[in-house]
């Protein structure tokens, strides 16, 4: 194989690696030349779906107009027009002809909303079939449900990525309107975090107060990282008893975000992120990267891999995170390693007692500030933020945070790697 043939596969590899990471499409820019489906529009970004949306190749959105639309609203608090919403996106791609082409005349198409496990059973597909005189009908695909929906007309299409559809009504699941919506104020956090294995972190929130910080922050819009019990046991993790007690409530606080940020969100966030320990004095803040449906987040000192949804309810999302978040601000970032004669203690379960001040700046060896665990990290390598592909040799473990197709791109890292090699040495 020639060289020029080698150096053409390896361009046209890099060019592939490039478009990986760049969304296809976007349903708000989309919708926006469309105003009679400005509210539907509207709800879709403050429900967040549209991130969802936009993280997804091959979809179906079926709208609704405005008058379909604040019939629904008019009567539904957020959460549940957010799952009424949910099943109206289709992880399949149909357009007007696809409609009238589906094979015997009926199907079951998943949604959004099974992916989300609130729906029970097969409640989360929707019921697509071909009626008598070109008519098409949606429904439930809960058995004895009507097809009380209507395909009225194609909107756009970006074949086949995604496909804008309107139909006449909302597609009503049995249940979906009536489930009672958990009101935000009435949530029992630490009940939520204690039966999805955040009990340390759960117990940390109270003897520290922190956690009537969050509970205010309820009603604006409230996102919970939730580091479960064995982060906390995990080799490497700071004593947390060394802490003052401000800088305790801190990396409390770092673990919360002023907004609901649902999993989807988060993967499509490429700026930095704010939490309720963002102020005046320190940014607090971190990065999230994607590889799939794979979230990992990013402090600058670690990186910790989004594991579960306990509660996803506009406004509030309440996730569960493999390894502690330490803030660069209390951690600091450490290029050379601690002293090695460093004790690397257990974790205490209640550090608010201990009252030592510990200087704030103190900065762990990168070892033993990163938790293991993760598979995509790499600790004690180049910072969280370096560009992909900066190291050559150990990219297949480095890049598949930074891109949403890890195991294509892996592939790809790895043939451009050889070709790389074989071009210089041949
Ligand atoms: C569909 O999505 C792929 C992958 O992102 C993209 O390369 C392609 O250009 C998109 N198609 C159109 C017509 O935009
Ligand atoms: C999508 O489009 C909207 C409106 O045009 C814009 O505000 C938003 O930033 C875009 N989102 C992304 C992820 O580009
Ligand atoms: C369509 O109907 C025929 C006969 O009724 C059946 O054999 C076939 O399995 C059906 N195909 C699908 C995709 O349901
Ligand atoms: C869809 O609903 C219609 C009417 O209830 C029913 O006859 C049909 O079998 C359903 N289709 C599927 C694939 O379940
Ligand atoms: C919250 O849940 C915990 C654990 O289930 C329970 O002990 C506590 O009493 C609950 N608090 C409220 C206010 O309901
Ligand atoms: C690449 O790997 C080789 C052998 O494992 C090692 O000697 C070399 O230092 C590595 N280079 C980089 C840039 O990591």
Redesign the pocket.
């Given at each position: 194989m020639g060289v020029f043939l080698r150096l053409h596969l390896l361009l046209f590899t890099l060019s592939l690696i490039s478009t990986i990471s760049t969304y296809a499409h976007n349903i708000t820019a989309i919708l926006d030349g469309f105003p009679e489906y400005s509210q539907f529009n509207n709800y879709l970004t403050q429900t967040k779906l549209d991130d969802e949306i936009n993280s997804r190749q091959t979809i179906t959105v079926l709208a609704l107009n405005n008058g379909a639309m604040s019939a629904l609203a008019d009567k539904h608090p957020l959460s549940v027009i957010k799952n009424a919403l949910s099943l109206l996106v289709l992880l399949d791609y149909f357009d007007g002809g696809k409609l009238h082409q589906i094979s015997n005349g009926?199907?079951?198409s998943t949604t959004l909303y099974q992916t989300t496990g609130n729906a029970p059973g097969n409640l989360g597909f929707v019921?697509?079939?071909d009626l008598q005189g070109g008519k098409v009908?949606f429904?439930s695909?809960a058995p004895?449900?009507?097809?009380d929906s209507s395909y009225t007309k194609s909107v756009k299409q970006i074949p086949y990525n995604i496909s804008v559809l309107e139909i006449s009504a909302p597609i009503i699941a049995p249940g979906i309107l009536t489930a009672p919506p958990p009101s935000a104020s009435d949530l029992n956090i630490t009940g939520l975090l204690e039966k999805a294995g955040c009990k340390t972190f759960a117990s940390l929130l109270v003897s520290s107060g922190v956690i009537k910080t969050y509970q205010s922050a309820l009603d604006k819009g409230l996102t919970i990282l939730a580091p479960n019990d064995e982060a906390f046991k995990a080799t490497g993790v700071p004593d947390l008893s060394k802490l003052t007690n401000a800088e305790v409530v801190s990396l409390l606080e770092y673990h919360a975000l002023p907004a609901y940020t649902p999993k989807g969100t988060l993967k499509t966030t490429k700026d930095p992120i704010s939490t309720l320990a963002t102020n005046g004095a320190g940014k607090f803040d971190l990065t999230a990267t994607s590889a799939g449906d794979d979230v990992t987040l990013h402090t600058g000192v670690d990186s910790s891999r989004v594991a579960d949804t306990v509660l996803d309810s506009a406004p509030v999302s309440i996730l569960t995170v493999d390894s502690l978040l330490l803030p660069e601000e209390l951690f600091g970032k450490s290029p050379s390693p601690a002293p090695a004669s460093e004790p690397v203690s257990s974790p205490s379960p209640s550090p608010v007692t201990a009252s030592s001040p510990a200087p704030v700046s103190k900065a762990p060896s990168p070892s033993a500030a990163s938790p293991p665990a993760p598979p995509t990290e790499t600790p004690g390598a180049a910072p969280a933020d370096a560009p992909v592909g900066s190291s050559e040799n150990s990219t297949t473990d480095n890049a598949a945070v930074h891109v949403s197709a890890p195991a294509l791109f892996t592939v790809l890292v790895t043939i451009s790697a050889t070709v790389v090699s074989s071009v210089f040495l041949s």
């Open positions: 009926t199907t079951l019921n697509i079939t009908g429904g695909a004895g449900s009507k097809l």
